[in-house]
């Protein structure tokens, strides 16, 4: 049965940081592509960033400079670190991943999500 699990949102002033993980079980981690995607209220899900297997990351255009994706593929975990955050990161924020390795298109598992919320 396949899992991810994201953690490490909250409550963050504007122009501070976070880092979220997602942890993965019951898949081949380090084949699959993994992305983080945020929704926020009245808006449509969309993508922040991805990163492929072999370490190809792609950026959403509102987070580049100040988000970074990683991923340990022996630990199955996927990491985001957001800095400088800005009141429009606010969403809750979804791991996904995606066996067919794309990026930008997302795959058919997704973690339960996790609130960031930028406020002072």
């Known amino acids: 049965q396949v899992q991810l699990v994201e953690s490490g949102g909250g409550l963050v002033q504007p122009g501070g940081s976070l880092r979220l993980s997602c942890g993965a079980s019951?898949?081949?981690?380090?084949?699959?592509?993994m992305s983080w995607y945020r929704q926020a209220p009245g808006k449509q899900r969309e993508l922040v960033a991805g990163?492929?297997?072999?370490?190809?990351?792609k950026y959403a255009d509102s987070v580049k400079g100040r988000f970074a994706i990683s991923r340990d593929n022996i630990k199955k975990t996927m990491y985001l670190q957001m800095n400088n955050l800005k009141p429009e990161d606010t969403a809750v924020y979804y791991c996904n991943a995606d066996r067919q390795r794309r990026l930008g298109v997302p795959g058919d598992y997704w973690g339960q999500g996790t609130q960031v919320t930028v406020s002072s």
């Open positions: 019951g898949i081949s981690f380090s084949i699959y592509s």
């Open positions: 990163i492929t297997g072999g370490g190809i990351t």
